[in-house]
């Protein structure tokens, strides 16, 4: 990302940017909610992705993902299901103010709707972090295919051991447009996916 992305004029540019669809979107039903949480590691842009636990049931365990779950009934809307997981996953307080606002919602394979809410969290040392045990532990573009033929393309970011693909790789890559516009550029576009 770019070291001015981060800026205040970076997020009234990107609240502004998202302010209708935030205020439209924020009392949607949805299945899920994500918190992409923006912050700065020694200096440097960064967004703060987990690990999911290996011992989670589900097809996604062990994958690399946002902060977020399902949403609880208690949760006043998508927000506050984000920024509870959130807490829940690795001990990150993060207020309710520094909401930048929502992304476009995504649906996951069984077409539950999955809304990225997206933060500005500050400066972070990863190491203050505190994972629960019990959930979470370059790029590139990869072809999928059902029954031989073709079917979509999405985007797989690839750094060190670990992969982020799927619904995280798309709405990292909905975030990097948003955050470094004529910087970062996706050369696909997505089936069913609109842009903004």
Same mark, same amino acid.
């Given at each position: 990302m770019l070291p001015d992305c981060l800026s205040a004029e970076g997020e009234q540019r990107c609240r502004r940017l998202l302010g209708k669809a935030t205020a439209r979107l924020r009392a949607r039903p949805a299945a899920a909610a994500v918190l %992409? #949480?923006?912050?700065? /590691?020694? *200096?440097?842009?960064?967004?703060?992705?987990?690990?999911?636990?290996?011992?989670?049931?589900?097809?996604?365990?062990?994958?690399?993902?946002?902060?977020?779950?399902?949403?609880?009934?208690?949760?006043?809307?998508?927000?506050?299901?984000?920024?509870?997981?959130?807490?829940?996953?690795?001990?990150?307080? %993060? #207020?309710?103010?520094? /909401?930048? *606002?929502?992304?476009?919602?995504v649906f996951d394979q069984e077409k539950n709707t999955v809304v990225p809410v997206l933060a500005g969290v500050g400066p972070l040392d990863p190491q203050s972090l505190k994972a629960n045990p019990k959930e979470v532990q370059n790029q590139g573009y990869t072809n999928f295919r059902q029954r031989g033929n073709f079917c979509y393309t999405m985007p797989v970011f690839l750094h060190g051991p670990h992969r982020v693909w799927g619904l995280t790789a798309v709405i990292t890559e909905f975030t990097l447009q948003l955050l470094a516009p004529g910087a970062y550029k996706p050369s696909l576009e997505y089936p069913g996916l609109s842009r903004r």
């Open positions: %992409v #949480p923006l912050c700065s /590691v020694r *200096g440097v842009p960064a967004l703060l992705y987990t690990l999911r636990s290996s011992l989670l049931a589900g097809r996604h365990k062990g994958d690399v993902s946002f902060p977020g779950g399902k949403c609880d009934p208690a949760d006043r809307d998508v927000v506050h299901t984000a920024l509870r997981e959130t807490q829940e996953e690795v001990g990150l307080a %993060v #207020p309710e103010d520094h /909401v930048w *606002g929502i992304l476009q919602p």
